[in-house]
């Protein structure tokens, strides 16, 4: 819902259609492929057909929290195939990678645990440097890719990707381009999250030395105090330190890059939108002063690290939680653009900015907080479901 907000952001702002490229890793990928399965239909004529096409059906599928419609009766280790079909049914309805339009490239990466290198779904091509690159074809789906980039271990076992017969191609050997044919590729690549490489997509933005948008809605690895956590959470706490250091690795590795940008901009799910409207970067001058920025909602700081501490984890969401992630990657989009890259912002689109709208802020907070208790085993996303929530997913663009 943060990474639909931030493409939302970009077509009111009439900047959606210069982009040439989409990377996507783990639940953002389920966002890339709305937006590729979409865009290759139509384009997107007006926010409200944005809203209608991508945003409502994406919203539909979480509320009716397909957590548990995969994992049933054991809530470990489950059957991403199963994961596959279920966003098949609900979102992708068998559309393959071969039949997407050509631009913008959509790159959708899982994690190959054949290669320990990122495996690619591509409208071009599919595979790894280590495997060689195949053609899509049409039992290529796009449900499939989505999966294998999701499946977060240990929640899922890995997917088994078939090769069996097909000719994969290797582009370079040790540096040099070859374009040889694998004599022996395997026959099985086994996959799992593409957070367990690159958690943001990020290896071809930092060599490409492109103008890019990086949205990073990673969930935060918090400190457990008082809590007394169950042999699920015991036995996925590991991973999470893991994949959290190594998205923290990635950033300073983005960081870098921005220092030598003036065209590319980090938008952080957990981050203050204080860092894109007023914090000072002492290695690097925003071409906006933050006095010139425009004024954004005022959030007390336990709201706005509420929000950026939203479960990931495929359960449902209330309709305050969902408007609210929507919002943040709207609003730090906009910030973000209009301090570092303003040359890109429509003048008469200068003040306007996101707001909340509808919504009891001293109540949301409330909201965020019970989201926090919510169990694999437990039943209190039924109680985080609003009774408005078929007319909140009517009448999503006037929400927004």
């Not at 690795?249 to 030598?260: G, K, S």
Request: hydrophobic share 40%; charged share 25%; net charge positive.
């Amino acid at each position: 819902m943060f990474h639909l907000g931030v493409i939302r952001r970009l077509l009111h702002l009439n900047l959606f259609d210069k982009i040439d490229r989409i990377n996507s890793v783990s639940g953002g990928s389920i966002a890339a492929g709305m937006v590729m399965k979409e865009v290759s239909k139509a384009r997107f004529q007006s926010l409200e057909d944005f809203d209608q096409r991508v945003i409502r059906p994406v919203i539909l599928f979480i509320q009716e929290s397909p957590r548990g419609n995969i994992y049933k009766v054991i809530p470990i280790r489950r059957d991403p195939e199963k994961f596959a079909n279920l966003l098949d049914m609900k979102l992708f309805h068998g559309i393959s990678f071969r039949d997407l339009a050509k631009a913008p490239e959509w790159t959708c990466y899982a994690t190959s645990l054949n290669s320990a290198y990122s495996w690619k779904f591509s409208q071009i091509e599919i595979g790894d440097s280590p495997t060689g690159h195949t053609q899509p074809t049409e039992a290529d789906r796009i449900a499939l890719g989505v999966a294998a980039s999701a499946c977060f271990p240990p929640l899922f076992r890995p997917l088994r990707f078939s090769t069996k017969d097909r000719s994969f191609m290797f582009k370079y050997v040790e540096g040099k381009r070859v374009d040889r044919i694998n004599p022996s590729p395997p026959d099985t690549i086994l996959l799992t999250d593409g957070g367990v490489y690159d958690n943001l997509g990020s290896e071809s933005v930092i060599t490409k030395k492109s103008p890019f948008i990086v949205s990073d809605a990673s969930g935060i690895a918090r400190h457990w105090r008082h809590e007394v956590p169950g042999l699920i959470h015991e036995v996925k706490r590991p991973i999470d330190i893991a994949m959290d250091q190594n998205g923290k690795l990635r950033r300073r590795l983005l960081y870098d890059v921005l220092l030598q940008s003036d065209q590319s901009i980090l938008i952080e799910a957990a981050k203050p939108l204080s860092t894109y409207t007023s914090i000072v970067n002492p290695k690097k001058d925003s071409p906006t002063p933050p006095g010139d920025m425009p004024g954004y909602p005022d959030l007390s700081r336990d709201l706005e690290a509420g929000i950026g501490e939203i479960r990931t984890d495929l359960n449902a969401f209330h309709d305050v939680e969902i408007q609210l992630l929507i919002w943040n990657g709207m609003a730090k989009t906009d910030a973000a653009l209009k301090r570092w890259i303003p040359s890109v912002i429509d003048p008469t689109q200068w003040n306007a900015v996101p707001t909340i709208k509808g919504i009891s802020l001293d109540s949301a907070l409330d909201i965020l907080q019970t989201g926090k208790k919510l169990k694999v085993w437990g039943q209190l996303h039924k109680q985080l479901h609003s009774d408005e929530r078929k007319k909140f997913v009517e009448h999503i663009t006037a929400m927004l």
